[in-house]
């Protein structure tokens, strides 16, 4: 096994990591609970499914996780390459068919010769060789005690997940096609407008439902980035109005006017049978959530394929624990990538996966280890998750907050631009210096 490297996970981060490991010449046991045992939000067969939503996030260079994607597609990322291929309508967000990126990224992985996929449940973490561990933020319990065992702890937070509706239930007459301001195509979103009255009356029933309850012995610790919505709502009434139901930029053609709120639903698939609530990740128990949701324009007679739900994430206080590389510091031959490190959403988790292959494989070539550029995402993203100077480290979607500033006196609106341009061009010298050509 000294020239094979044990992969726990086969997620978004654990294939990224075996799929660049084996890319470079070197075999992968890539390890995958399922179908054996699945975790409480998992429930396809495949590797790499998508979870909490079919979005990857925003497409242009904007915003860091739209360069993140170009840096990761430049670099010749698997991840890249299925949502690339698998991708549906989303306005400015790059979204995906969820069932068709994971058999995209499962029928690679299953065919490259060098990686051989092995069934079952990994509890313990193997005494030698090479290891990246990938176990993901729902890791199962033996294998989570094992880590804190090994590193002195590990720490949590709490994620939801948002419904998704057939399309063959919704109400057209209401419910109106457009994307905000006129994005993409202009209409790859559904809209469902609320007056209101009709606001004022869904915050005070999602303020009065029933919500599933954390166990006893645990503290509700949310993740900013993927509230759910009656937690939102129990902030402030207007809290909803100025996030996942802001009406700006959209028009309701029955009216001539902007809504008062609107919920937006976004294909889940190609087929375009299925839609997802944006945004709506919630506790609410499925009773209530079929009841109160079915007060939503347009909603009436909505068929749930699959409720909301809440589940705990699991991540590691890399700071304290992770060299640059992503190797633990206790036992270097250890590597750990993805949402467990603290990367939180699915492009960063690619992008930890990334680079914890390239470096896991260098282990076992015995070529130098690599850290990339801090002005690019990847670099940036590494960075945050190993900076020692952090004290209360929390889990964070990359952006350009934590890039190093530019040098010299640069225009607000330009600031973006630029930090894109100095991140594509550092990366490709970052690239060519591996032997890769962009």
């Not at 904007?62 to 890249?80: H, I, P, Q, S, T």
């Not at 993901?136 to 509706?165: E, H």
């Not at 869904?202 to 509230?227: Q, T």
Request: proline share 6%; charged share 25%.
């Amino acid at each position: 096994m000294e020239d094979k490297i044990t992969i726990i996970g086969a997620g978004l981060a654990g294939c990224e990591a075996a799929w660049q490991a084996a890319q470079r010449g070197v075999p992968v046991a890539l390890f995958e609970m399922k179908p054996d045992r699945y975790s409480p939000a998992h429930s396809l067969p495949g590797l790499s499914e998508l979870v909490c939503s079919n979005s990857l996030r925003g497409a242009s260079l904007d915003n860091a996780v739209g360069l993140l994607k170009e840096e990761l597609r430049r670099g010749g990322a698997l991840f890249m390459a299925a949502a690339d291929a698998t991708r549906v309508p989303a306005g400015g967000a790059l979204a995906v068919d969820r069932d068709l990126f994971s058999a995209y990224i499962t029928e690679r992985i299953e065919n490259h010769p060098l990686i051989e996929i092995r069934r079952g449940e990994v509890d313990a973490i193997p005494s030698e060789g090479i290891v990246v561990i990938a176990s993901g933020p729902l890791t199962s319990d033996r294998l989570a005690a094992a880590i804190g065992a090994m590193t002195g702890q590990y720490l949590y937070f709490y994620d939801a997940i948002a419904p998704i509706v057939t399309a063959d239930s919704l109400d057209r007459n209401v419910i109106f096609a457009a994307s905000r301001y006129g994005k993409g195509d202009g209409d790859d979103y559904l809209n469902c407008p609320m007056d209101e009255a009709q606001y004022e009356a869904f915050v005070d029933a999602l303020l009065a439902a029933e919500k599933v309850p954390a166990r006893a012995f645990e503290k509700v610790v949310h993740f900013e980035g993927c509230m759910p919505i009656e937690e939102m709502a129990a902030r402030g009434r207007e809290t909803l109005r100025f996030g996942p139901m802001k009406p700006v930029g959209l028009t309701d053609p029955r009216t001539g006017r902007e809504p008062h709120a609107v919920i937006q639903l976004r294909l889940e698939n190609r087929a375009g049978t299925m839609y997802n609530l944006v945004g709506f990740q919630t506790k609410l128990t499925w009773p209530e959530q079929r009841r109160i949701f079915r007060t939503i324009p347009g909603l009436s007679n909505a068929e749930f394929v699959r409720l909301g739900s809440m589940h705990r994430n699991t991540f590691i206080d890399a700071p304290r624990l992770l060299l640059p590389t992503q190797q633990l510091a206790a036992d270097p031959r250890i590597v750990f990538a993805g949402q467990i490190t603290g990367v939180e959403g699915y492009v960063e988790s690619a992008g930890s996966g990334y680079l914890a292959g390239i470096n896991a494989a260098a282990l076992v070539t015995g070529m130098p280890l690599t850290v990339p550029p801090a002005a690019t995402a990847l670099g940036a993203l590494v960075r945050h998750i190993t900076d020692r100077e952090v004290k209360q480290f929390q889990p964070m979607n990359v952006n350009y907050g934590l890039f190093p500033d530019l040098p010299g006196r640069v225009k607000k609106k330009e600031r973006r631009e630029k930090l894109a341009e100095r991140a594509l061009a550092e990366l490709d010298g970052w690239l060519a210096g591996m032997g890769r050509k962009t």
